[in-house]
């Protein structure tokens, strides 16, 4: 008896179900999700069991279970990379869900006597429709908590938690050479509510000056963390100048998935928020 072999439909089942393995190892774990990764990596692991498909032979033994780990190993790697969290530990929950997968596709071709294409076909519409409802619910997400472009963050430093709004300006281009990062502008009220005694008086002291006292920084006990430095900016009628910058150790926005972590942010003058519903001036690039 001949037996045909699709290939193209074997790797788009594979594909989808790697895709929908990856996607939800990173959400169990919250890793930052990039799409593209998450795409590359299950089109690698889908597209290296193909030549196994033609010669099944090669699965077998310690040979196969070698290949099917490096295989699964690379495309846990494409999708989240080395500084995403543990690897190991991304690795093995994503080949836990990947078995118990097959578990339910096993049994449900036991009971309803399908082949596995029907069952990979209905596994397809399921998990179409689940990713279009996630994209809805999300899309619900950022529009409630969305309100002209006002988003409401929480920090997070030194054990305390600070939280207010903020606006999305899009003329904030300020970066931070420093650490390469965009840079969040808070105002001094927002910032004074999580710092330390001795952090804001190397604020009121930079406020007064204008300038860094290093020696006064380099004794601040938690000037290792913070990181007290300057950044300079440019905006309308006032051609350049310099804002004080820390970092923070997360801050977390309201309508987004990721949390950013060892932020720069920068203080504001205090007239820039006098009589404003917001208390901070929200990078474009941090959504």
Request: net charge positive; glycine share 8%; charged share 20%.
């Amino acid at each position: 008896m001949q037996i045909t072999v699709y290939l193209d439909i074997i790797f788009f089942i594979n594909f989808i179900a790697d895709l929908m393995v990856l996607f939800l190892t990173g959400v169990i774990l919250k890793h930052k999700i990039v799409f593209w990764r998450l795409l590359a990596g299950a089109s690698f692991g889908a597209g290296m069991l193909l030549p196994f498909v033609c010669f099944p032979h090669l699965l077998m033994g310690k040979t196969g279970i070698a290949v099917c780990v490096g295989i699964s190993m690379g495309a846990v790697f494409i999708s989240f990379g080395k500084k995403n969290g543990n690897f190991m530990k991304t690795w093995f929950l994503s080949t836990t869900i990947m078995f118990l997968l097959g578990g339910i596709m096993n049994y449900f071709k036991r009971i309803m006597d399908n082949t596995f294409i029907q069952l990979s076909v209905w596994m397809i519409l399921f998990t179409g429709s689940a990713f279009c409802g996630l994209a809805m619910l999300h899309f619900l997400k950022r529009t409630i908590q969305k309100e002209d472009n006002l988003y409401l963050i929480k920090i997070r430093y030194e054990n305390q938690v600070a939280v207010d709004r903020v606006y999305l300006d899009t003329g904030n281009m300020l970066w931070d050479p420093l650490f390469y990062k965009p840079v969040i502008m808070l105002s001094e009220k927002f910032v004074k509510r999580c710092i330390t005694k001795e952090e804001e008086e190397i604020v009121e002291e930079y406020k007064e000056k204008g300038r860094l006292d290093f020696e006064k920084i380099l004794a601040c006990s938690t000037q290792r963390k913070a990181c007290f430095h300057e950044i300079t900016y440019q905006s309308v009628g006032n051609p350049s100048g310099k804002l004080l910058c820390f970092l923070v150790e997360e801050v977390q926005i309201g309508g987004s998935d990721h949390v950013l972590k060892k932020q720069p942010v920068a203080i504001g003058p205090s007239f820039l928020f006098e009589g404003k519903e917001y208390q901070g001036l929200l990078h474009r690039e941090c959504i």
